[in-house]
């Protein structure tokens, strides 16, 4: 099993900078991939940005050139750092992780605000 901890969701203005986090606990060892999503006021979830267990990352087109995904192994932690965010950019984060099994884990999110 999985826990999944997002935190670093804020208020901030439009062209800003935010860093999200992501820990993981558990059954760590069994992850293949971590994944960011986020969920806008009366919208579907939408996939953010994906790392695998071995590197490789994968970005929304919405979101490509301006949000970075990496991790720390020594921190058992993902990173999602967003700048230059827009009002849309407005959603909850949540962390999500896969297990070598398809199993998936969420987090309970974090509120990210980008005002004009």
């Known amino acids: 099993q999985v826990q999944l901890a997002e935190s670093g969701g804020g208020l901030v203005q439009a062209g800003g900078s935010l860093r999200l986090s992501c820990v993981a606990s558990g059954s760590i060892f069994t992850i293949s991939l971590v994944s960011w999503y986020r969920q806008a006021p009366g919208k579907q979830r939408e996939f953010v940005a994906r790392?695998?267990?071995?590197?490789?990352?994968n970005y929304a087109a919405s979101v490509k050139g301006r949000f970075t995904i990496s991790r720390d192994n020594a921190k058992n932690t993902v990173y999602l750092q967003m700048n230059s965010l827009k009002p849309e950019d407005t959603a909850v984060y949540y962390c999500?992780?896969?297990?070598?099994?398809?199993?998936?884990?969420w987090g309970q999110g974090t509120q990210v605000t980008v005002s004009s």
């Open positions: 999500n992780s896969m297990n070598y099994v398809g199993d998936e884990y």
């Open positions: 790392i695998t267990s071995g590197g490789i990352t």
